[in-house]
């Protein structure tokens, strides 16, 4: 018998990884250049934000920064490659945001509280600076150099002094003297009669402060010629974290609301930004009595839910029509009927604001016969316009929405169905609704998500008109939650971002919420299949 050489077995070997081939060339200098710029930007941040005592958001920038040059000047890493811009952006423009907005919603931040309180002592001095009593008269030039005005001042003494509103006044020893009067200063122009009396509201807004505390005083003129000293009646006690008024003695204590406030309810302005808990949540909510918040939620709900359910109806009766068989020239009814959704919101939300005026509207003018229908006008017929309008801008995304998704839909299914001798009723009720709605509820989620944001329908059509003058957050008949947002942030005269802020995160919030909720009901017809 022969003997049988087996083979021998041998350790399987794994394939080993391809090493990852580094740029080079054109791409490599590429590749350079572009880490040059991110490295300079990302330095100029942090040394901003280091300037501005920012020096933990400085070191996140830093360390993101060396991350960064880490995985892209090393071999390897290469799924981290791809993945950073995505996370670096997500970072930026999603987490970024919404945290900064909840941190918002927990201050005053807005009007007249958009600074530092240290700031905010300065301004209240500056602003309340007056003529020192006896103060001796400086004559004075008045100078140019480059975009600021200067004052040149001749002491009692016979020295000269320099300074502008945004440098201390100090003494120069380069000054050019005329009759004892110092005229001129190398390096700077001086202004001649005619050019004061072109420059004069210029020149009377001077503040040359005479050092680095603004308590020291300034040095100001009233015609050119000659200057005073000038000094703040307010001072800072630190000891008791008051404003004291050394004109008439009156103080005014920190508040713990961002201002300070004398005993008799006085206010100074400007204020400062101060953390002031959960109040603003609780005006948002309504829990301070204000019960035109709870109408604005209401009815925020109600068009949100309307506007979204007929909207579908309407886009579904549509489809449903023109997908019929028998009917014909169907092509050109869809194009027609996409046309509102192809234009812009904003653009045709001002055409329907025009076409539904009182007055002069096309609407009232020629299809009504002249008749003064306040379609905008009164509160409850404002409502049911802004909802039909909406209609008119959702119906075709839904119209395109269910046409897709009734063609999807077996036709052996539906042929059964028939044969089976169900009424037509009955095969839209229990066939193509529950499997058209297997494919459009995330689509229906969406869009409520949309409508309850609707800003540019509101906006536009309506303003959130017609105004309520007793609300106290300016909300008007239309108004939903995201246009008081946009009231409150962004008109004259309010800006309270804390606030519209508060409405923001409730808004998010809420959202969240329904969307989970619905999502999951919604699970529910996935056993249709």
Not at 60 to 76: E, K, M, S, W
Not at 436 to 445: N, R, Y
Not at 461 to 471: D, E, I, K, M, V
Request: charged fraction near 15%; aromatic fraction near 12%; include cysteine.
């Amino acid at each position: 018998m022969s003997n049988l050489v087996m083979p021998r077995r041998t350790g399987s070997k794994r394939p080993t990884r391809a090493a990852e081939a580094g740029p080079r060339g054109w791409a490599l200098v590429l590749k350079i250049v572009l880490m040059a710029l991110v490295d300079a930007f990302g330095v100029f941040l942090a040394m901003s934000f280091a300037a501005n005592d920012r020096y933990l958001v400085a070191g996140v920038i830093a360390l993101v920064l060396i991350v960064i040059n880490v995985i892209y000047f090393r071999t390897g890493y290469l799924a981290a490659k791809y993945i950073i811009p995505g996370l670096i952006f997500l970072l930026v423009f999603q987490v970024f945001v919404i945290a900064y907005t909840f941190y918002v919603s927990f201050t005053n931040y807005g009007y007249g509280h958009n600074i530092e309180k240290s700031e905010a002592i300065e301004i209240i001095q500056i602003n309340s600076i007056d003529r020192v009593p006896g103060s001796d008269a400086y004559p004075i030039s008045v100078l140019r150099g480059g975009p600021d005005l200067y004052l040149l001042a001749t002491t009692p003494e016979g020295s000269a002094l320099l300074g502008s509103s945004n440098t201390e006044l100090a003494p120069v020893s380069t000054a050019e003297f005329k009759a004892g009067k110092a005229v001129a200063v190398p390096g700077y122009e001086t202004l001649t009669m005619a050019e004061l009396l072109r420059n004069q509201v210029e020149v009377t807004a001077i503040e040359v402060p005479l050092g680095a505390n603004p308590a020291e005083g300034y040095l100001k003129t009233a015609n050119g010629l000659k200057a005073y000293i000038y000094t703040s009646t307010m001072e800072y006690d630190s000891g008791i974290d008051a404003m004291v008024d050394t004109a008439t003695g009156q103080i005014y204590r920190d508040n713990g609301d961002g201002n300070f406030q004398s005993a008799e309810g006085d206010e100074l302005v400007p204020g400062w930004k101060v953390v002031v808990g959960f109040a603003n949540y609780a005006t948002a909510l309504g829990v301070t009595g204000q019960p035109d918040i709870i109408g604005v939620f209401a009815w925020t709900l109600a068009f949100a839910v309307l506007s979204v359910f007929l909207s579908f109806s309407a886009g579904l009766a549509l489809a449903l029509l023109f997908n019929h068989p028998r009917m014909k020239g169907k092509r050109i009814y869809r194009i027609i009927m996409i046309l509102p959704y192809a234009f812009p919101v904003f653009l045709s939300g001002l055409i329907w604001s025009g076409m539904l005026n009182q007055q002069y509207g096309f609407i009232n003018e020629v299809l009504l016969g002249g008749a003064q229908v306040p379609w905008l006008q009164d509160p409850w017929l404002a409502r049911m316009t802004v909802v039909l309008v909406s209609v008119w801008f959702g119906a075709p995304y839904f119209f395109l929405v269910c046409t897709g998704a009734l063609q999807a839909i077996p036709e052996d299914v539906q042929q059964a169905a028939q044969v089976d001798g169900v009424s037509l009723w009955q095969l839209f009720r229990h066939i193509r609704l529950p499997l058209l709605l297997v494919a459009v509820s995330p689509l229906l989620i969406a869009s409520f998500a949309f409508s309850f944001n609707d800003f540019s329908t509101i906006f536009m059509l309506s303003g959130g008109g017609p105004a309520n003058p007793t609300s106290p957050i300016g909300a008007g008949a239309t108004d939903i939650l995201i246009t008081v947002v946009y009231k409150l942030a962004f008109l004259p005269g309010s800006k309270d971002y804390g606030l519209a802020s508060a409405f923001a995160v409730v808004i998010f919030l809420f959202i969240t919420a329904m969307s989970i909720v619905l999502f999951r009901r919604t699970k529910s017809l996935e056993d249709v299949y």
